[in-house]
């Protein structure tokens, strides 16, 4: 283990303190357990972020060209060599 100093505000060590207590885990794990809790949940979206997102790849869906593959994939080969040959010289 590394030991490390921090400065806490008197709320949250008090809130320490009891979840110590109300534990019986060393003030110290209840930090490492916090702190890993944290980081599992960190980056989650929340429900209305997941709603909100799922909205916007479904509208981003509906605007998808609904083209033949062989078109789709003529575009491409052209893209590949004007890339290759140093720029796009427009769509045909």
Do not use: H, N
Request: hydrophobic share 35%; no cysteine.
């Amino acid at each position: 283990m590394i030991k490390r100093t921090f400065v806490l505000d008197e709320e949250t060590v008090a809130y320490l303190e009891r979840l110590a207590e109300r534990t019986g885990m060393a003030r110290s794990q209840v930090v490492r357990e916090a702190l890993r809790v944290y980081g599992e949940q960190y980056g989650r979206l929340t429900e209305e972020e997941r709603e909100a997102r799922l909205a916007a790849f479904d509208a981003a869906a509906r605007r998808v060209p609904d083209r033949p593959r062989r078109e789709v994939e003529r575009e491409l080969e052209e893209i590949r060599r004007a890339r290759r040959a140093g720029g796009r010289r427009g769509r045909r």
